[in-house]
């Protein structure tokens, strides 16, 4: 199992459907999985039931989703934050860091009401202290780093796929 992690809006969802089409391996989605089981949007849950309860939730899907051999994960930005998460990211999967910088991340999600955690007055400061504070999370569990800056998906897979093929992960040129 791939799986991506990375603050909200550094493509996890985009990029991990992209790379599962070139890998020919499913594509799971952990928000959508979470949304499902809640029975309502995650920013919903936020509101109504509070972080806590939305963490316990998104731990027992990752802890599900974890054990499935092959796909793509793309991970909620936040799930980092329970070390019970970390270790099955690290142990389980082959996690790759997707690093976009806060003012980056502003650009493309400023217009965005669907992150509850960026619903402040100053998003681009939320960003800054959400970097600061899971940047060294996110590093602890991933085996590859990749920096989003501004390429394209398509290069962002294909440099992920790189990254792959030189672990032994997946075959040279191939989409195994």
Avoid: W
Avoid at 144 to 151: A, D, I
Avoid at 162 to 170: D, F, K, N, P, R
């Amino acid at each position: 199992m791939i799986s991506l992690v990375g603050l909200p809006g550094s493509g996890k969802s985009t990029v991990g459907r992209q790379l599962a089409r070139r890998l020919r391996l499913r594509f799971v989605d952990c928000d959508q999985v979470l949304e499902r089981q809640l029975g309502c949007t995650i920013r919903e849950c936020f509101e109504r039931e509070g972080e806590e309860r939305f963490r316990d939730a998104e731990e027992t899907v990752v802890e599900r989703l974890t054990r499935q051999q092959d796909g793509v994960l793309a991970t909620g930005g936040g799930a980092v934050l329970r070390l019970n998460n970390r270790v099955r990211l690290r142990e389980r999967t082959y996690a790759v860091y997707l690093n976009s910088m806060p003012d980056e991340l502003y650009r493309r999600l400023r217009h965005d009401v669907k992150r509850p955690l960026l619903q402040v007055d100053d998003p681009i400061a939320r960003l800054r202290e959400l970097h600061a504070q899971r940047d060294p999370l996110y590093r602890e569990v991933a085996r590859l780093v990749v920096n989003t800056g501004r390429p394209s998906v398509a290069v962002l897979v294909r440099t992920i796929v790189g990254g792959l093929e030189a672990a032994g992960i997946v075959g040279i040129n191939s989409g195994t």
